[in-house]
């Protein structure tokens, strides 16, 4: 596995309210492998690392012999369903022996920089196929692969037509974007041996199946990722994360302590030099204002560094730069959340902590040795 992260971007890491603060650079679209857990519609999905995905934080790189069987197997599928796209598809899609049905090729993601959909605004993604009548396309074609046919069984029929709520609302909004009303979904149904040799399946009515359904109307679903969007990556603060989300948060804090030392040595030496530079005019000098505001955003970015270096439980940090010592502090105090208690009429159980640091700068007294 590999891990992609960019700790840079994060201002912080709020424990208490367990969200991540970030600064926005480009963010990443809404896609349709990540709709549906926007949504809340993907039992496995978390919306905070997905979060952490779209805003450049955090992205971890699997490759399983699921995914690679599922890139190998995609062309073969494709011209499956190409090759008996007549007999498959022709009911679903209206069609009479006068037309003709045929399967278009995706554009290669490496030739539209990984997007099919460039103008659509947040939305976005990746097609595997279209399907064409009489030359014009009529429905999005959506390929998959699974080792268990049970997932993909309907309750009501007991038939292989019951599409996994993902997959659905993956196709439905490669759908909406393509401005088309009909999806067809192709699934082929691999043994446990075909992973370690992918290219031995071979489709056929036992092992695939071909669903021709309506696109149904995403709406309302539309206007919730919208807002999803804007409550979190725009604002630049992930949703809460969640105890399987707890891995993410150590990688990244991590991270932080592991480039915090170099960055906050960079930083005391800026700050020292600003001293001795400020120590060298009088107290009448028109340029000590803009010496002090300097010193004083140094002075801000050393404790946000520091702040990032303390370990659980430590109390108290010191860095020294030439014959200035940096000494941080940290507190935690208890309150009583008032309003809480106004409503409730309870007092110990609302106590809350509250943290803060505080950074002390004082320069070292260097006394001459007497011979």
Not at 53 to 71: C, D, H, R, V
Not at 259 to 277: Q, V
Not at 334 to 352: N, Q
Not at 357 to 371: A, D, M, P, Q, R
Request: with cysteine; proline share 3%; glycine share 6%.
């Amino acid at each position: 596995m590999a891990i992609r992260s960019d700790a840079a971007l994060i201002k912080e890491i709020d424990h208490e309210n367990r969200v991540i603060r970030f600064g926005k650079k480009k963010l990443k679209k809404v896609t349709g492998s990540k709709f549906s857990t926007i949504l809340g519609k993907d039992e496995y999905g978390s919306q905070f690392e997905i979060a952490c995905e779209m805003a450049g934080l955090y992205k971890e790189y699997t490759s399983t012999k699921q995914t690679e069987a599922g890139n190998a197997l995609e062309p073969v599928i494709r011209s499956y369903v190409r090759t008996y796209a007549k007999e498959f598809l022709s009911d679903g899609l209206n069609c009479s022996e006068k037309n003709v049905i045929g399967i278009e090729e995706p554009v290669p993601s490496m030739m539209c920089d990984h997007e099919h959909f460039p103008d659509r605004g947040i939305f976005g993604g990746l097609v595997d196929g279209y399907v064409l009548v009489d030359g014009k396309r009529t429905a999005v074609l959506e390929i998959k692969t699974a080792g268990r046919e049970d997932k993909w069984i309907d309750a009501e029929t007991g038939t292989r037509t019951g599409i996994p709520v993902n997959y659905r609302y993956q196709a439905a909004l490669y759908a909406h974007l393509s401005g088309l009303k009909k999806i067809v979904f192709a699934a082929g149904f691999l043994r446990d041996d075909h992973y370690d040799d992918p290219l031995t399946w071979t489709p056929n009515k036992e092992n695939c199946q071909i669903i021709v359904i309506d696109a149904p109307d995403i709406s309302e679903e539309l206007l919730c990722a919208e807002k999803w969007y804007t409550e979190y990556l725009e604002a630049g603060v992930t949703p809460e994360w969640t105890e399987k989300d707890e891995k993410i948060v150590e990688y990244l804090q991590s991270e932080i302590r592991e480039a915090a030392p170099k960055e906050l040595r960079t930083l005391m030496s800026e700050y020292a030099e600003l001293d001795k530079e400020l120590s060298g005019y009088g107290d009448v000098s028109d340029k000590i204002y803009n010496i002090k505001k300097e010193m004083e955003n140094r002075k801000d970015a050393i404790k946000e560094h520091m702040t990032q270096m303390f370990e659980p439980g430590q109390k108290k940090r010191i860095e020294e730069e030439g014959d200035l010592k940096f000494s941080i502090t940290r507190s935690i105090k208890k309150d009583v959340d008032k309003e809480r208690m106004k409503e409730d009429g309870i007092y110990d159980e609302y106590l809350k902590e509250k943290e803060s640091f505080t950074l002390s700068i004082k320069k070292e007294k260097i006394e001459n040795e007497k011979e």
